[in-house]
Nanobody
Framework: QVQLVESGGGLVQAGGSLRLSCAASTRSFTSYAMGWFRQAPGKEREFVASINRGGGLRNYADSVKGRFAISRDNAKNTVYLQMNTLKPEDTAVYYC???????????????WGQGTQVTVSS
């Protein structure tokens, strides 16, 4: 069982930046690829970014490429999402997820956090 707790969300103006963090409670953090997803009001949850166990392989949704960066610190059992040049359409609840394995998937994750709200004002 893996528990995930996101933090770092908030209200920011368009063009601003935020860094989300996700702390994982597991002794085997390095067994999991990690991902970030988001869900805007009235929309389905969508993939944002993912990273493999060692951090050397990353995957991004086209909508965030060049603006967002996923990283992980295996010593701290934490994955991050640095979000730059934020747009109003980035407004959503952002979820962290863990997938047992080394493939940075875009779906089918095993564990999910409760989410953190990101609101970008125009």
């Amino acid at each position: 069982q893996v528990q995930l707790v996101e933090s770092g969300g908030g209200l920011v103006q368009a063009g601003g930046s935020l860094r989300l963090s996700c702390a994982a409670s597991t002794r085997s953090f390095t067994s999991y690829a990690m991902g970030w997803f988001r869900q805007a009001p009235g929309k389905e949850r969508e993939f944002v970014a993912s990273i493999n166990r060692g951090g050397g392989l990353r995957n991004y949704a086209d909508s965030v490429k060049g603006r967002f960066a996923i990283s992980r610190d295996n010593a701290k059992n934490t994955v991050y999402l640095q979000m730059n040049t934020l747009k109003p359409e980035d407004t959503a609840v952002y979820y962290c997820a863990a997938d047992y394995g080394d493939v940075p998937r875009t779906n089918k994750y095993d564990y999910w956090g409760q989410g953190t709200q990101v609101t970008v004002s125009s």
